[in-house]
């Protein structure tokens, strides 16, 4: 493909502002792990973190960014991590399963705080390793230092309700949930931190111990955080490894060891990685996988809103979210006007370095991404589709969005995720077709409807109420807000995320039962009384 320089300006060295620079870290994360209640820096081979940001060099050529280095770490370290959750765990009865909760909820509060401090560290991180914006980073920081104070007082509002006793035919019982065991967490590049931390923070703080594997790209971003996890946690409780997945995560599964398997991205790897646990009744999974989630833009739809929330939704971190809108379909009365629209508007996003104001398209993280967006462009190209918007896409780590129109069922890009930005839109008649493509789909994680008709709107909501798990009316599809259940159907998920649900699939309900006699009766009081025991409890924490 022709190179188009005017695409995006990639910086020289001296051209990168200070407020983004790594120069004051430079080497100080690299190779750190955490395992066993002390952060290490493995001395064995480390994996080059290149940025998908590059620099310009004085002769004009470009090149990826060292960002730092990662440990890459051997099966023995693996192993290694994985006994120390287990013995941490020990069957329920280590230190931190079996903590009051009050003292779980010191332990994250304290880490909270300290996590805290190292914003700054992360969000530069964030921008350099996977490309996203500065207010993104920012955004995603944020909102995962909230869902942490959040869960903070879910548990809380959890444990002053498992704190009574229940009577029920003439028995006494008190039921609270109770830890699960070893979780593997496994977050998403495009998340590296949010993701990881809306499984390992309720896995944590319901008592399990917790061995987490960072993604691809952005594992740096979570190095700022170690110590603190260290200086928070008990011994083992916590580990963050890194590496090569067949090599760190294959002998974690076959181990055996791992209770509860909490991934984010694609079933794939979730498939692999649950037929490798040698007792599979005994793995609980989580996961969160691909979407291929439409929009549907009616007769009567607001163009102007449906546009705007269409470009934001297919493009927010350059289409690189499971919840992107990632094919739109409109009434062919509208088809023309909404696509004019919605090129012109994805021909105005600016593009460039994450730090810098107002941008919204960046670099993208995933190597060769570029020639596998191109690839899907030109299969629909090849079977009738036109690139509706303007110019050269690529160049180097950087693809300038493509609409591409009309998009039809004998095309990649009606089916397949495309995870980056590529905007197909399909034409439709009739709403049922809209029902027969969700029946057909693999997935069933979200919809978007734009429109006014009440009757439209109505049918359509019953027609994909059961086959999607959100239906985002006049809006994009989104995870937020944290406290709604986030989940999907078919090979978009297992299980649901959100504060209050992720703190129900990290735990079980365990009962403490007897029968009403007045000899049990005071049995049971006094062992409250006497607060011999963390289960049998009326302690509550406001
Ligand atoms: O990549 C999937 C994320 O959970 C999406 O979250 O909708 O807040 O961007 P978001």
Redesign the pocket.
Known sequence: MEIDRTLIKFPSANEVPEAASLDADRGRWDGLYLVDGEVKRWDGPLDDVRSPVCITAADGTIAPALVGRTAKLDEAAARAAVTAASRAWDHGRGPWPSARVADRIAAMSKFNDRMRKEREHVVRLLMWEIGKTRKDAETEFD?TVQYTQDTIEAVKELDRTSSRFQLAEGFIGQIRRSPLGVVLCMG?F??PL??TY?TLVPALIMGNTVVSKLPRFGALSHMPLLAAMAECFPPGAVNVVNGDGATVVGPMMTSGAIDVLAF?GTSRVANILTRQHPKPNRLRTVT?LE?KNPAVVLPDADLDLAVRECTSGAL??NG?????IKLVFVHRSIAEPFVAKLSAAIDALRAGMPWEPGVSLTPLPEPNKSATLAALVEDAVSKGAKVTNAGDRSFATFYRPAVVYPVTPAMRLYHEEQFGPVVPVAVYDDEREIDAFMRESNYGQQISLFGNDRGRIAFLVDALVNQVCRININSQ????P?TFP?TGRKDSAEGTLSVTDALRQFSIRSVVACQATDGNKELVQDIVASRKSAFLSTDFIL
């Open positions: 909102r998403p495009n998340y949010n993701e809306t984010i969160g979407a927010s971190f690189q979210r499971c919840t992107a599809c989104r995870r937020g944290d986030f």
